[in-house]
């Protein structure tokens, strides 16, 4: 049957393939962001480039939680660890993220406690049965995860836990989407919308790209089929004139979103002034913080943190990269003195980084050689 | 910890009702149900798993695929079965 199905969607694939191309009009150029890091890594892992015309590319955007994280907040959560009292815990893709000295598995080597979880849940359990600890959960993410570390904050409030804190995080996609409108260096014709962020904050959020910027979002699902579906959406749209939003992955995605989540992080977070992202810089109100009545699951305000900024190593250009300006590829440290094994950037560390899933997949055709020689 | 998984219901915890036991890819471990607040969840729902929390329900259609295409993702799906086994959610 799987056989039959791959032959299927192979077939499908071919046929939206050569609706995409009917669509383009000639001698123009169609450029879309895919903000999402899962997208990114199932248009590499299947080459969906392949499928599409050449004057279509593919802008990979800035939603990867692991990729934007500033090397200051790493440094800020070793910081805390390093602390006698301090367990802290963390979503194994933090590990490999490199702070100006080093990442979370060497500071471990030099004595500090930092545990990977899959769920903010367990770093609760870790707390209540290390009593003599400072639990301390490293927390990142976009609105996707957000909810379920508010809703772990509300059940450690509920405990009356006093040995678990939060180092918080968490950003939000919606800042960045107008950042990246707002950047002089890109010009796009239509977004690819984030599929899970979407399951919590549904569609509505999008809605100014379309009314204030002219700009068509389809919202889609992670497998290719749903990916080539939502550039051939895209293209409707700007073949009608159109410029909305739209929800290819509604069977997953409720417009509207998921009510009690968006509660949830309302109840327990607020927004900052501003957060610094890795490669875009400061964005106002982009990132949340706990709000004053959760004070003291506030690990920022229970430990002293350095809070220095840290620039980025000049050789990585991350930066241009998450904000598609340069191709993965471009960089002058891709695969050569920045690989998954040894990352300079973060946008090699995790697999859903853009770095890393061209590396990993080996998209490095003869034309995109030819390509990067003259560039 | 950036995917969403799927995963069949198994059982609601009779002592805790905002946890349930799923079945994801034959890993069996509790999660949080508290965001589908106000929707009803019952044995043999399926339910899309983020960081140990369903996000939403989902119908089996849905489900069966998605977990095609993300056992078809190799390495990213398995480090996040590997962490769903280590996780002891109560």
Excluded at chain 1, 92 to 107: H, L, Y
Excluded at chain 1, 185 to 195: K, Q
Excluded at chain 1, 241 to 261: F, H, K, L, M
Aim: with cysteine; charged share 25%; net charge negative.
């Amino acid at each position: 049957m799987r056989f039959v199905d791959e032959f299927r969607n192979a077939e499908t694939a071919r046929a939206l393939s050569a609706k995409i191309a009917a669509l383009c009009e000639p001698g123009r150029e169609y450029k879309f962001m895919e903000v999402c890091g899962g997208h990114t890594h199932t248009i590499y892992k299947h080459g969906l480039e392949d499928y599409l015309p050449e004057n279509v590319t593919l802008v990979h955007g800035p939603g990867c939680p692991v990729c934007v994280i500033p090397m200051g907040r790493i440094d800020d959560a070793i910081h805390i660890a390093r602390r006698p009292e301090v367990l802290m815990t963390s979503f194994g893709d933090m590990m490999r993220v490199p702070g100006s000295g080093g990442n979370f598995f060497d500071s471990n080597a030099e004595g500090t406690s930092i545990r990977m979880v899959y769920s903010p849940l367990d770093s609760l359990k870790i707390a209540r049965q290390n009593p003599e600890r400072q639990v301390v959960f490293m927390a990142i993410g976009f609105e996707t995860t957000a909810p379920s570390t508010a809703m772990t904050v509300l059940r450690a409030a509920k405990e009356g836990l006093e040995n678990f804190s939060v180092f918080c995080n968490h950003i939000m996609i919606i800042p960045a989407i107008k950042a990246i409108l707002d950047s002089p260096d890109l010009r796009l014709d239509g977004f690819i919308g984030p599929g899970h962020v979407s399951t919590v904050i549904g569609c509505r959020p999008y809605e100014f790209i379309a009314r204030d910027y002219g700009k068509p979002l389809v919202v889609a699902g992670f497998e290719p089929l749903d990916i080539l579906q939502s550039i051939y959406m895209l293209l409707l749209q700007l073949r009608e004139g159109r410029a909305e939003v739209e929800n290819q992955y509604s069977r997953v995605v409720p417009w509207d979103g998921n009510p009690t989540a968006l509660r949830v992080i309302g109840e327990v977070m607020e927004l900052r002034p501003y957060f610094e992202w890795r490669g875009l810089g400061f964005i106002s109100h982009s990132a949340l913080r706990m709000r004053q009545r959760y004070a003291a699951f506030d690990a920022e305000l229970l430990f002293e943190t350095p809070g220095v900024r840290v620039a980025d190593p000049k050789a990585c250009q991350c930066g241009e990269v998450l904000k598609g300006v340069l191709k993965p590829w471009e960089c002058k440290v891709f695969g050569t003195a920045c690989t998954p094994e040894t990352p300079i950037g973060t946008c090699m560390v995790s697999p859903e980084g853009a770095c890393a899933a061209y590396y990993n997949f080996g998209r490095f055709t003869r034309t995109r050689v030819r390509e990067a020689s003259v560039t | 910890m950036c995917l969403g998984i799927p995963g069949e219901v198994i059982e609601i915890l009779s002592d805790r009702p905002d946890l349930a036991r799923v079945d994801v890819s034959g890993v069996k471990r509790a999660i949080n149900i508290g965001l589908l607040a106000g929707e009803r969840v019952e044995p043999g729902d399926w339910v899309l798993i983020h960081v140990g929390f369903a996000l939403s329900k989902i119908d089996e259609a849905e489900a069966r695929a998605a977990t095609e295409f993300l056992e078809s993702i190799g390495k990213a799906y398995e480090d996040e079965i590997a962490a769903l086994r280590e996780s002891r959610i109560i």
